[in-house]
């Protein structure tokens, strides 16, 4: 449980880093990763407190961070 909470942090930081790579969003690499890495740590907790998810921790942690890049709205978007 403790290597999954790991796994989720660093894949949150690379889905964040590679949607700012790929312009998919431009909030910038820092804020990406931070959107990233709190939104994977919502569902992850969420999953352990009421056994929802997709499947493996690894997909659950790559449409958390993609999901809270849509969700969250800064300032920088249009």
Known sequence: MFLALFGTV???GIVGYISEKSEFTHNGY????IICVG???LF???TIMFRVGFG???VDAIVSSIG???IV???WRR
């Open 68 to 70: 809270a890049l849509i």
């Open 56 to 58: 493996s921790p690894g």
């Open 73 to 75: 709205p800064t300032h």
């Open 39 to 41: 939104g994977a740590f």
């Open 10 to 12: 660093v894949i949150a």
């Open 44 to 46: 992850y907790f969420i």
């Open 30 to 33: 820092l804020p990406s990763i």
